[in-house]
Structure formats: C-alpha cells, structure tokens
C-alpha cells in the first residue's frame, strides 16, 4: 500500500468546512486515522459535520468510500464461478423481502452472499427474523459462509468486526453528533460494507414514504444517484429500485410471523405486495448477473421458481445448512416460536382506510417488543401485529384491523399506536404497485 501523507486534522477540516474539495490522499489520510484511532473523536465529528453541510464531489465520495471498504477485510469470491449479486434494502417496516428473495435468485442460478446487519429502530433486521428460526446461526465463519454461497448459491451471516471498522466508528460518531442524515455519508456507510461481500453488482432497495429514511423521491433518487457514484467508481453497477414506503409491507410485522409469510411467497401464495417487490427485485439481479435477457424475463424465472417449488427448496437447504430446522418451511405453524396472548384491534368508526402509518405500526412492534431501542436489547421473535386491513377496505366499528401477538409487554401503548396508524376517511386513493422507479 502506497505511504499516506502526514495530515494535521484540523487543516483537513477547514478546508471541508471551507467548501474545498480534499484530495485522494488527503481522504484515505482521514479515513486511516479514523480507522486506527489516531484521530480523536471530536476531530472526526468535526469533519463529519463539514461533511454533513459541504457534501462530497463526486471523486470525493468515490474515494472516501473506498477507503472505508478497504479500511477491513474485502471477501474474495472470485473462485465461485457464477455471477454474486446482492440486495440492499434501505429499511422498511414489513421488509421481509430478503428472506423470499435470497433463495429464489439462487434457485435461478445467480449466487446471493448476504451479509446483513441487525435491526435497530423501527425497521426489523434480516438476521432478528431469521435466528426466530429454532437453531439458525448467522454466525458462521467465511469458510463455510464461501462454501455455502458456492454449493448452495446463498449464505445469510451477520457482519463481523473486521468489516468496514471505519464505518463503525464513523455511524456510532454520526449517531451521536446529528450527522446521520447526510446523502454522502449513508451512501458510503452502505457502500463500504456492501462492496467488501465480494460482489459483482448490486440491487439496491431504495424506500420512499412516511416508513422510511427518504421521505420523499427526490431524496431517494439523490441517495441512489450517490450509491450508483461509488458502485460505478468501484466497477460494481447498482441498479435502484425506488419503492413505496407508506403503508407497512405485506401483512406482518414481527420477526417469526415474518418468516412465516415469507415462506407464503416462497411457496407461491403471500400478499401480492411482497410477491411483487421479490419478483421485481429478483428479475433485476438476474439481469444484472447476466442470467436474464431483460429485467422482465429475470422476473419469470423468479416467479417460475416461486410457484414450482425450487425457490423453498433452496430455503429449506439454507435452513439446514446454517443449523436450523428446515421443517419450518413444510410446516411453518408447528416450528415457529408463537406468542403467549393475542388481542383483536378493532376500529372505532366507519369509512373506508385512506392510510396505514407504517412508521407508527413500526414503533407499535418495537413497543411489544419485536425490535431494539439500544443496540444491547433482546428481541422476542414471537411477539408482532398481524394487519387484517388494507388501503382501500371499508370498516365499522367492530371491525377487526390487526391482531396483536403479544407477551404482556407493551400492549397498551401499541394499541394506541396501530389505532392511530389506521386513518379513516370517505375515500382513498389505492396503490396499484410499490415499483415507483427504477434507476439502472
Ligand atoms: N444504513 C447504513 O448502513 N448506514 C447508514 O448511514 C444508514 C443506513
């Protein structure tokens, strides 16, 4: 590695706050001292919050991402011969679609290495819902996890410390510091991890609405335009499906009831929101892995192996793979974890549902405890709402909106929150599709 030039910190940090672009060296400088920790906390916090306010040029943020990929261990896959394509999600209350997604595209032949992150907030994580699984282990070493994505065509593991450090340290200053909000620095966070799987292209899941990060397109379509920046810098391309973000995906929240509808869509039937976001999703990474002709005839193959059974198949050998009990797929009811109590919601006046707040049935699952307020708290994978109602129906009072699965824990408050989630009016306008664009 060539040598680093001797930086004075602060002089870095002028010339950001001053609207000047740093150089290459001047920038993997920085990120080698956030990294090493010879940079103090309030030095980096400075930069970040020049960051936050001058934004990063193009090369700039071409540069400062890799620097935080390279900052850890960068996985080599490149003795599996088969395309390696991923999915990023940017965080959706409901977003399951990696659990369907995952096998289907390695059923169809495109190799799928997941490393995921846990959930914290509102929005579930990959791995909470997977460990509600009896036995699934995300903690598998990069031995097996390169074998599994080799025989199997996928391997789910969580991230370890030695990917990206840059980035731990960089989120945790940001948490802290009011900078979490930045289009540069969460491009390069997700980028810096996503890039050391040792893929070939990207998928990214660009959500968009009141659940969200990006509240509106306009935000969303600059995130994804800064992510596709470092994907093209690093010749791995990205391809940027924006999604609808308002209502919550599918019909549940909560960790093991997400598996379960999962499975739904992996054996063919499941809302047909989730089946949609997995096939479109899906035909985009086999596009991008070169095993589909267009994005359309990658999204028959999904739906092919959706419906044939070949897509669980794989599920169930991932299952088993990683240690858990590949029952669940045959029989999703008696492997689950199921939750101690249930209580029916129902609504207290008539009309038609104009909206169904996903961010407040978000907070309602965190409440019952389906997701973290601190990164140390436990998750219990049986508790979550089940909706009952859609965008569009016509309710009484009496009638059930959501069932509640809960253990004794937070009830209160979640009924009033998925009261108040579920907005009743004389009319509502029905979406047709979550696919709002598509950026290649
Ligand atoms: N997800 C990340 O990994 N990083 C961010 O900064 C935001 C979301």
Redesign the pocket.
């Known amino acids: 590695m060539a040598t680093l030039p001797q930086i004075l910190p602060q002089a870095l940090i002028r010339k950001k706050r001053n609207g000047e672009a740093l150089s290459p060296d001047e920038l993997r400088a920085f990120v080698a001292g956030v990294t090493d920790a010879s940079i103090p906390d309030y030095q980096v916090s400075a930069m970040l919050m020049a960051i936050y306010f001058r934004g990063l040029q193009d090369e700039e943020l071409a540069v400062w991402a890799d620097a935080m990929l390279h900052s850890g261990d960068v996985l080599d896959l490149s003795s599996i011969s088969r395309a390696k394509v991923d999915k990023h999600s ?2 959706g209350v409901g977003d399951k679609i990696s659990l369907p997604l995952a096998p289907a595209v390695a059923a169809c032949g495109v190799a799928v290495p997941m490393v995921s ?1 846990r959930g914290l907030g509102h929005t579930g994580g990959t791995l909470d819902k997977l460990e509600s699984i009896p036995g699934f282990s995300v903690n598998l070493d990069i031995e097996r996890f390169t074998e599994l994505v080799d025989t199997l065509g996928v391997c789910l593991i969580g991230q370890t410390a030695k990917i990206a450090p840059a ?1 731990k340290r960089l ?1 945790a200053l ?1 948490d802290v510091t009011a900078t ?1 909000e930045s289009v540069p ?2 491009a390069s ?2 980028m810096s ?1 996503k890039l050391a799987e040792g893929i070939d292209a990207l998928v990214l899941d660009c959500k968009v609405g009141h659940g969200a ?1 990006m509240k509106t397109i306009e935000e969303a379509r600059e995130l994804a335009k800064a992510i596709q920046t470092i994907g093209r810098a690093a010749g791995k391309p990205v391809t940027a499906v924006l999604t609808d973000m308002n209502a919550p995906i599918g019909t549940m929240v909560g960790n093991a009831l997400e598996v379960a509808e999962s499975i739904a869509v992996l054996k063919g039937s499941g809302p047909a929101d989730t089946r949609e976001l997995t096939v479109v999703l899906g035909g985009e990474m086999l596009y991008a892995g070169n095993v589909a002709s267009s994005p359309e005839a990658g999204q028959k193959q999904i739906e092919a192996v959706l419906d044939n059974g070949k897509a669980a198949e794989v599920f169930a050998k991932l299952i088993e793979a990683q240690g858990g009990d590949p029952n669940v797929v045959e029989s999703p009811d008696s492997v689950l974890p199921k939750s101690r109590a249930k209580y029916d919601l129902v609504a207290k006046e008539s009309g038609v549902i104009s909206r169904i707040e996903a961010q407040e049935i978000g907070v309602a699952g965190l409440w019952l405890g389906a997701g973290r307020k601190r990164t140390k708290d436990e998750i219990d994978p049986a508790v979550g709402i089940e909706l009952h109602c859609n965008v569009g129906d016509k309710v009484d009072p009496g009638t059930v909106l959501a069932t509640l699965h809960h253990n004794e824990r937070g009830l209160s408050e979640a009924q009033d929150l998925i009261l108040n989630a579920f907005v009743v009016g004389e009319s509502a306008d029905v979406p047709t599709t979550r696919i709002l664009e598509i950026l290649r």
């Open positions: 940017t965080g992150g980035d989120y940001r979490v620095l969460i966070s997700i991890k990060f």
